[in-house]
């Protein structure tokens, strides 16, 4: 019988990933952005929501093609999943936001050992996982943004500007 508080450390290493999903979809809708500034569209939600959704199917993929090839079990180890939830998610927020790394790389580390201790992972398979994912979610996020970037910015009086000029032509 194992002990009371394994269980609960159990619980709690579930409820991480949950939580950052939940994370990415609630902060775009929280985030106080200043009045007398229009957004650009690498900050509206949709794009960051795009983006983050991407890169969390990108995790499942490579999951599915693992299951598919057996990568990691060639090699002894197995692909983690959660590892990989966790850091597209984390990724994810830290693009919307730089100042939330103060809180995610905590939280991250302490997601590793949690999931070692508990013998959900090993540290091989973890780090194996995240020398896959962590470029592959930061280039979906940088193109993402780049792309953005590049198109015209948000603003809500861009039809009323051009039937202006229109008319006084």
Request: charged content about 15%.
């Amino acid at each position: 019988m194992e002990p009371h508080w394994t269980r609960t450390l159990d619980i709690l290493a579930d409820a991480i990933n949950p939580a950052l999903i939940l994370a990415v979809i609630v902060a775009p809708l929280i985030v106080r952005r200043r009045d007398n500034i229009s957004p650009s569209r690498e900050s509206l939600p949709w794009n960051f929501w795009a983006r983050a959704a991407f890169s969390i199917a990108l995790v499942y993929g490579f999951a599915q093609l693992d299951r598919q090839l057996h990568i990691w079990p060639n090699f002894g180890l197995d692909y983690s999943t959660h590892s990989a939830i966790a850091l597209a998610a984390a990724i994810s927020l830290a693009f919307y936001n730089r100042r939330w790394l103060v809180y995610l790389i905590p939280l991250l580390l302490f997601y590793g050992a949690l999931m070692w201790a508990l013998k959900f992972h090993t540290v091989a398979d973890m780090l194996t996982t995240a020398i896959l994912i962590v470029p592959l979610v930061f280039a979906v996020h940088w193109v993402g943004s780049t792309a953005a970037r590049s198109s015209t910015p948000v603003r809500s009086s861009t039809l009323a500007d051009e039937t202006k000029t229109e008319i006084e032509v």
